[in-house]
């Protein structure tokens, strides 16, 4: 059974730093990209990261580049998402997804429609 499962959520102060796990079972995490999104109260979800297989490319929203890193631990079956430099506005639920196709993150990596494979997703409080 493919699952997702993400972790290391919290309430963190700004400026503050968490670091995300998505710990994946049923498949190997290194074949396919895979992808962090996230979602604000009232807001869309929107795509945050993405790792090709092999960590050969990384992609970063606008919003989060310089500040997150995405990273595989192909030891634990395991995709990180170190988070620094925390503000008020990365406040948001986050997933971490794939859609067991692609190797590659692809132009619209960025779109959360079309992932078929959804972990449950953890929050992320930035708040003084």
């Known amino acids: 059974q493919v699952q997702l499962v993400e972790s290391g959520g919290g309430l963190v102060q700004p400026g503050g730093s968490l670091r995300l796990s998505c710990v994946a079972s049923?498949?190997?995490?290194?074949?396919?990209?895979i992808l962090w999104f996230r979602q604000a109260p009232g807001k869309e979800r929107e795509g945050v990261s993405c790792?090709?297989?092999?960590?050969?490319?990384?992609y970063y929203s606008d919003s989060v580049r310089g500040r997150f890193t995405i990273s595989r631990n192909n030891d634990e079956n395991t995709v990180h998402l170190q988070m620094t430099g925390l503000k008020a506005e990365d406040t948001a639920v986050y997933y971490c997804?794939?859609?067991?196709?692609?190797?590659?993150?692809?132009?619209?990596?960025?779109?959360?429609?079309?992932?078929?494979?959804w972990g449950k997703g953890t929050l992320v409080n930035v708040s003084s």
């Open positions: 790792i090709s297989t092999s960590a050969r490319r990384t």
């Open positions: 049923g498949f190997t995490m290194d074949d396919y990209a």
């Open positions: 997804a794939t859609d067991r196709r692609s190797s590659s993150c692809g132009a619209n990596w960025h779109e959360p429609g079309g992932r078929k494979y």
